[in-house]
């Protein structure tokens, strides 16, 4: 009886402690939880209720009054053929783009898994990604540069090896250019983060697979991407936001000299900041708003229909 009395005893002490426990946690969730909260309504959502708002009015900046004009900032912009240029090219970044970064990440992952030496591999794979964009495209503009008797790296080889050399950076070429270099620069920054999580997959999956004689297409596509699906999902969150940001690498590949690049190269970054700083004349704030507001949906939708593509039960191992 005694021992069933003290047992009594010891459980409502536990659960006296645990309540008090609970409470001192809630009395510190406000102080901890408001800073944070209220830079966030700061800095991310009032900026973006205050562009959706600026999106619907006319406003050419300072000295001027917003001007309510409904939603004629979005019909004249789908309709201008700057606008299609820059979603047409940003879509195909996105999707080209990432198809291309990701297959090359998946077959450098696949390579340096068993390869002496594959971390300092991966260090020089990387250090593309801490370089300053507008760096890397000045250096790109030189390769690519096209000026007879005094060609870029790209052209030189071209005439060496008794090819004609090619205007890599006119209008027409640009954005393959451009994909093709973004495929470059950030592949080193998804294998890196897919080699980080092909670490952590136990060795013996691999060693029962090599007894079994698989494939190193079967071993990867039966450990490795299964393994690794819900990095891979949030890798492709990110190239999407990246991707669909992306303005310093174009500007200056393809505009060298100029204002700003000839519109056929032109993404949603440079459409907006060209009707911020008003490239033809008067800067049209409302019509750079309705543009960022696009972009708003655009990737929200991308990175929605992403996420519910690549949900699947996560794999514990």
């Known amino acids: 009886m005694a021992t069933v009395t003290t047992t009594a005893a010891r459980d409502r002490g536990a659960r006296a402690a645990g309540a008090a ?7 510190l969730f406000w102080p901890f939880a408001a800073p944070a909260l209220v830079l966030y309504l ?4 009032l900026p973006t209720l205050a562009t959706v708002v600026l999106s ?6 300072a000295g001027d009054t917003p001007k309510p004009n409904g939603v004629t900032n979005y019909t004249q912009m789908w309709a201008s053929d700057s606008f299609q240029y820059a979603f047409r090219n940003t879509l195909v970044y996105v999707f080209l783009g990432g198809v291309g970064t990701f297959a090359l990440a998946f077959l450098f992952t696949m390579v340096l898994r068993d390869m002496r030496g594959g971390k300092v591999v991966r260090a020089i794979l990387f250090f593309p990604n801490i370089v ?11 390769v690519f ?3 007879p008797g005094k060609q870029g790296l790209a052209n030189y080889v071209l005439e060496h090896v008794g090819a004609d050399a090619a205007k890599f950076l006119a209008p027409a070429n640009v954005t393959g250019v451009v994909t093709a270099s973004l495929i470059w620069a950030s592949s080193g920054f998804y294998i890196t983060i897919l080699m980080a999580a092909v670490d952590r997959i136990p060795p013996y999956l691999y060693e029962d697979a090599e007894l079994g004689g698989a494939s190193p297409w079967q071993k990867f596509r039966n450990i490795t991407l ?8 949030v890798a492709g969150v ?12 174009v500007f200056v590949l393809a505009g060298p000299g100029t204002y700003a690049p000839p519109n056929q190269a032109w993404t949603l970054g440079v459409y907006v900041f060209d009707r911020t700083f008003g490239s033809n004349g008067t800067p049209d704030f409302g019509a750079a708003c309705a543009c960022a507001v696009a972009m708003i949906a655009l990737v929200s939708i991308l990175v929605v229909l992403l996420r519910r593509l690549m949900r699947r039960d996560a794999i514990q191992f």
Not at 21 to 27: A, E, G, P, S
């Open 132 to 142: 300053a964009p507008v760096a890397l495209g000045m250096f790109l503009g030189f």
């Open 226 to 233: 299964p393994m690794t699906w819900d990095v891979v999902g």
């Open 238 to 249: 990110l190239w999407t936001i990246n991707a669909l940001k992306i303005f310093e690498l």
């Open 145 to 147: 540069k096209y000026q």
């Open 42 to 45: 700061a800095f991310l959502v």
């Open 21 to 27: 426990h609970l409470r001192r946690k809630r009395r």
């Open 56 to 61: 619907f009015t006319s406003w050419a900046g």
